[in-house]
């Protein structure tokens, strides 16, 4: 006749400290996923504001200095260079895009500078109508015109957030001031067709 297996001490101690470590690790699962969750949600949530989910997945955010690619103004006969930043290391070389406005063809405002007596020198020429073309590897985007303020250095109604696709261009003013200029000229352009996905950019 088999005996029936007894139950020591010993054996119920490790039971006892098995169930402990398995309700252990449920718990530490349990909490490990709520700190992902409270770390990845918002990056989600910032991707869905985006207007185009697929180029939210892919897009990387340029560093400072990079090439972003041009815009043309074809009254003044002149296509520039732009970079991102708006220091003097990027407005030596072109025309800068402000870090903490949206690309150029987004569904906000995209906002520039360049110097006074350097990329912009002819911006007293400009008028209601004109087009500025910007070409990037994201889509080739044509803004119109639609008006121009002058403004204090201070006046940060230039970078205000748009409900549609804006393209603001600053400089200093006047533009023939000896030293620093103590206002701003600015042009304001609206997104007047839909962007054309493949870019025109020579590699």
């Known amino acids: ?10 054996s119920l101690i490790l039971v006892i400290t098995g169930m402990a470590v398995v309700g252990l690790s449920v718990t530490h699962i349990e909490r490990m996923n709520s700190i992902s969750g409270s770390q990845v949600l918002p990056e ?3 991707h869905s504001n ?20 041009t815009i043309s103004i074809p009254a003044l006969n002149k296509t520039l260079p732009i970079f991102q930043g708006t220091e003097n290391a ?27 007596d350097g990329v912009f020198s002819q ?24 008006q121009f303020r002058i403004v204090g250095e201070n006046d940060r109604t230039v970078i205000v ?5 804006v393209l603001t261009l600053s400089t200093c003013y006047p533009f023939y001031y000896i030293g620093n200029a103590p206002r701003r000229f600015i042009v304001s352009a609206n997104l007047i067709q839909p962007p054309q996905v493949t870019s025109t950019l020579k590699s």
């Open 161 to 165: 957030p748009t409900k549609t696709a």
């Open 90 to 116: 990027q407005l030596e070389k072109g025309v800068g895009h402000f870090e903490g406005s949206v690309l150029p063809g987004q569904n906000d405002n995209s906002v520039l500078a360049g110097h006074r």
């Open 44 to 46: 989600m949530e910032f």
């Open 50 to 69: 985006a207007t185009n989910a697929q180029t939210a997945m892919t897009y990387v955010a340029p560093a400072r200095g990079d090439y972003l690619g």
């Open 123 to 146: 911006f007293g020429k400009l008028k209601v109508g004109d087009l500025l073309i910007v070409d990037t590897s994201t889509g080739n985007f044509t803004y119109k015109i639609s």
């Open 1 to 10: 006749m088999r005996k029936k297996p007894v139950l020591t001490v010993a």
